[in-house]
């Protein structure tokens, strides 16, 4: 081949791969071609459908086309996180994930119908929720090391709540028994609504919940957090102390939501998404009405967020393992 025809080639490639580019970004200019969702893995009004519906109607704004939430909940979030993997990879299926459905499930399961990481497309950290440690009947005004005291005391004859096998309030628990040296029972429910109304009537002896899903309980003194299992204290709870500052700095445990799409999505419409989501997420009507719930809001780039599941999925990995819990 001539130097003349090389040169050629060498041009017209790069102007079909310039022209390739320009296309892509005029379709993201005229992106989204129709309304968007934002599939929820639980039912409505819980933790992470109360914060998709308040972005939901920001992200509307942004857009000029509806953002629809479909509340899709099963096997721990796996059927909708199923659903948004095998969505067309456009930008228009947003998928509300959480701890479970991308860090710990991959752990649980032998055989998971998607791939957390191959699967989606991060976007933007939402918030993490921080877990307390809550007891009931003689235990619940005691300190931490005084319910250590007392749960060895009593060997394998107390037990704690969560809303299901391997669920963030199962594995807060045994993460608990393998910190301190205890052996408290693992008692399971479908949901963590029975599970409370169980320690408030006294049947369970220590839970392990959520603080926005406890902060209401909390306030009114119906339960008592006798710890944060984090390292820094809560605005909304600033009395009361850390499990790090009280010398457990890996009994950590927190629940986190964030939001992805398909994978394969075009990156204008990524950046775009991200963007949009983190100014969403970053705004003070959305800082200001979840943190007061308890909530730690923190967005983040989608880089930073695909780097903080992966830190997750390996952490959970590793207490999983150590456990030996897996489910079917």
Same mark, same amino acid.
């Given at each position: 081949?001539?130097?003349?025809?090389?040169?050629?080639?060498?041009?017209?490639?790069?102007?079909?791969?310039?022209?390739?580019?320009?296309?892509?970004?005029?379709?993201?200019?005229?992106?989204?071609?129709?309304?968007?969702?934002?599939?929820?893995?639980?039912?409505?009004?819980?933790?992470?459908?109360?914060?998709?519906?308040?972005?939901?109607?920001?992200?509307?704004?942004?857009?000029?086309?509806?953002?629809?939430?479909?509340?899709?909940?099963?096997?721990?979030?796996?059927?909708?996180?199923?659903?948004?993997?095998?969505?067309?990879?456009?930008?228009?299926?947003?998928?509300?994930?959480?701890?479970?459905?991308?860090?710990?499930?991959?752990?649980?399961?032998?055989?998971?119908?998607?791939?957390?990481?191959?699967?989606?497309?991060?976007?933007?950290?939402?918030?993490?929720?921080?877990?307390?440690?809550?007891?009931?009947?003689?235990?619940?005004?005691?300190?931490?090391?005084?319910?250590?005291?007392?749960?060895?005391?009593?060997?394998?004859?107390?037990?704690?709540?969560?809303?299901?096998?391997?669920?963030?309030?199962?594995?807060?628990?045994?993460?608990?028994?393998?910190?301190?040296?205890?052996? $408290?029972?693992?008692?399971?429910?479908?949901?963590?609504?029975?599970?409370?109304?169980?320690?408030?009537?006294?049947?369970?002896?220590?839970?392990?919940?959520?603080?926005?899903?406890?902060?209401?309980? $909390?306030?009114?003194?119906?339960?008592?957090?006798?710890?944060?299992?984090?390292?820094?204290?809560?605005?909304?709870?600033?009395?009361?102390?850390?499990?790090?500052?009280?010398?457990?700095?890996?009994?950590?445990?927190?629940?986190?939501?964030?939001?992805?799409?398909?994978?394969?999505?075009?990156?204008?419409?990524?950046?775009?998404?991200?963007?949009? $989501?983190?100014?969403?997420?970053?705004?003070?009507?959305?800082?200001?009405?979840?943190?007061?719930?308890?909530?730690?809001?923190?967005?983040?780039?989608?880089?930073?967020?695909?780097?903080?599941?992966?830190?997750?999925?390996?952490?959970?990995?590793?207490?999983?393992?150590?456990?030996?819990?897996?489910?079917?």
């Amino acid at each position: 081949m001539s130097m003349m025809a090389r040169s050629f080639t060498t041009l017209h490639v790069a102007a079909l791969l310039a022209a390739l580019s320009i296309s892509t970004f005029v379709q993201a200019q005229e992106w989204p071609p129709h309304n968007l969702r934002i599939l929820v893995p639980f039912p409505a009004g819980g933790s992470a459908d109360i914060q998709a519906r308040a972005i939901a109607d920001e992200l509307s704004k942004k857009l000029g086309k509806p953002v629809l939430i479909e509340n899709k909940p099963g096997a721990g979030g796996n059927l909708a996180a199923t659903e948004a993997a095998r969505s067309v990879p456009d930008g228009t299926t947003l998928y509300m994930a959480t701890t479970g459905t991308h860090a710990a499930n991959i752990n649980l399961y032998e055989k998971l119908s998607y791939d957390p990481v191959k699967d989606f497309q991060p976007l933007t950290l939402v918030t993490i929720y921080p877990q307390v440690i809550t007891a009931s009947g003689p235990y619940k005004d005691l300190d931490l090391a005084g319910l250590i005291a007392a749960i060895k005391q009593q060997g394998d004859k107390l037990n704690f709540g969560s809303s299901g096998v391997g669920s963030p309030t199962h594995l807060g628990g045994e993460l608990f028994n393998r910190e301190v040296g205890t052996r $408290l029972m693992h008692v399971p429910y479908r949901g963590q609504g029975p599970a409370i109304t169980d320690l408030l009537g006294g049947r369970l002896d220590v839970m392990f919940p959520s603080i926005p899903d406890a902060l209401a309980m $909390l306030q009114a003194g119906q339960m008592r957090a006798i710890a944060i299992m984090a390292e820094k204290r809560s605005k909304v709870l600033p009395d009361v102390p850390t499990t790090a500052e009280l010398g457990y700095p890996k009994l950590l445990s927190a629940i986190w939501a964030g939001l992805y799409t398909t994978a394969g999505t075009p990156k204008p419409v990524v950046d775009r998404l991200a963007k949009d $989501l983190a100014e969403i997420v970053d705004s003070p009507k959305f800082k200001d009405k979840f943190e007061a719930m308890g909530f730690e809001v923190r967005s983040s780039t989608p880089e930073q967020f695909g780097a903080y599941a992966a830190a997750e999925t390996k952490r959970w990995g590793d207490i999983i393992k150590a456990l030996d819990i897996k489910l079917n």
